[in-house]
C-alpha cells in the first residue's frame, strides 16, 4: 500500500473533478476510480472524512491514478476498464476490454424471466436455460443467484469473454453454470430438446451505426458484440430460427434490442408459427429494450 495525506488526496479528487467537468465526463467517475484502489467509502469521499487523515493508504500511487484519469479524459476510456469491474444487480463485476461493460438498462431482463417463472409457477422446478453471448456472464450469473434450481448454459464465441464470464461466476460464488465456447446454439446440441428459456444480448447495432457511437463505446468495447450487421438484426434472426428445436416443450425465449427494433423482432417472431405471446418490454427510461415470446406447438417443427 501507498501511503498518501488526505489533503493531498483532497487536492487531487478536486483538480480530477475539475478536469472531468471541462472534459463533459460525470465526476463520479472520479470517486469510482478513487474507490477502485483504496477502501474509502462513496460517503467518506462526498463528505471529505478523509482529509484530516495523516495516511491514506491507496493500492497505487497518484501519478498512476493521474495517468489512468488521463486516458478517462483524452482517450475516452471507459473508468469500468480502468477499474476493472463494474457494479450490475447485487454483483461485482471483473470486466476488461474483452467483453461489453454491462449496463443498467439490461438488469430488468433477469425481472422479465422472474416475472414470467412466477406466472408459470415454475419458480421452484429445476430448469435449464442458456444465456446466448454471456461476455461477462453479468445475465448468466444473476440467473444462477437468483434461481438457484435454474442449470445455465453460458456461451460465447470468444475465449477471452468466457475466461471473464468464469472469474466472475467464481468471484460471486455461483456454480450452477456451463461454459461454452461457440456462435450461438453451435455447441449445444447435447441440449436439444432440453431448455426451458433462452436469453440473449446479441450484437444488435446496424453496422453502418457503429461509426457515430460515442468514443468510449466506437474505440474501447469489442465490435464483435456490437455489429448486428445491416439492420442490426442478423443475429436475432439467427437465433429465432435456431431456438425451438432447443425447447424441452414450451418456454420462453427472450432479447434486448435497440431502440426502434421491437415491432421488427416480434414480426419476425410472429411470422413463425411455434412463437406465441409475443411481448414488448420497456426499460427504467421508458424505452422499448426487450422483446420475448413464447414457445409453443413445438410439434409444428
Known amino acids: 500500500m501507498i501511503p498518501v495525506s488526505g489533503e493531498v488526496l483532497h487536492h487531487w479528487r478536486c483538480q480530477a473533478q ?8 460525470p465526476l463520479y467517475e472520479v470517486d469510482w476510480l478513487l474507490q477502485g484502489v483504496s477502501a474509502l467509502s462513496q460517503s467518506d469521499l462526498s463528505l471529505g472524512l478523509y482529509r484530516d487523515r495523516l495516511n491514506v493508504p491507496l493500492r497505487q500511487s497518484l501519478a498512476w491514478l493521474t495517468e489512468q484519469w488521463q486516458r478517462r479524459l483524452v482517450e475516452r ?81 470468444s ?19 456451463q461454459f461454452y465456447q461457440g456462435s450461438w446454439f453451435d455447441t449445444l446440441e447435447d441440449w436439444y430438446g432440453q431448455l426451458w428459456g433462452v436469453i440473449a444480448n446479441p450484437p444488435y447495432i446496424p453496422s453502418n451505426v457503429i461509426l457515430e457511437l460515442e468514443p468510449e463505446v466506437m474505440n474501447h468495447e469489442p465490435h464483435q458484440a456490437l455489429d448486428g450487421g445491416q439492420d442490426g438484426l442478423d443475429d436475432i434472426r439467427l437465433l429465432i430460427e435456431q431456438a ?49 415470446a413464447r414457445l409453443s406447438c413445438l410439434d409444428q417443427l
Request: hydrophobic content about 45%; charged content about 20%; proline content about 5%.
Open 77 to 157: 476510456v471507459p473508468v469500468q476498464y480502468l477499474v476493472g469491474e463494474t457494479p450490475w444487480r447485487d454483483l461485482m463485476l471483473t470486466v476488461t476490454p474483452d467483453v461489453l461493460i454491462p449496463r443498467p438498462e439490461t438488469e430488468l431482463i433477469v425481472d422479465i424471466v422472474q416475472a414470467w417463472a412466477e406466472q408459470q409457477e415454475l419458480t421452484s422446478e429445476p430448469q435449464v436455460w442458456a444465456d446466448l453471448g454471456t461476455g461477462s456472464g453479468a445475465i448468466a450469473i444473476s440467473l444462477a443467484k437468483t434461481f438457484p434450481q435454474f442449470h445455465v448454459l453460458a456461451v460465447d464465441i
Open 18 to 25: 475539475t478536469d472531468a467537468q471541462n472534459a463533459d465526463v
Open 244 to 292: 425451438p428445436k432447443f425447447f424441452q416443450s414450451d418456454g420462453l425465449w427472450l432479447t434486448e434490442h435497440m431502440q426502434g427494433q421491437a415491432q421488427s423482432i416480434a414480426a419476425l417472431l410472429a411470422a413463425e408459427a411455434v412463437y406465441t405471446d409475443i411481448q414488448t418490454h420497456q426499460d427504467l427510461a421508458g424505452i422499448e429494450r426487450f422483446v420475448s
Open 159 to 177: 475465449a477471452a469473454a468466457l475466461d471473464v464470464a468464469r472469474q466472475n461466476a467464481e468471484r460471486n460464488q455461483v456454480e450452477n453454470i
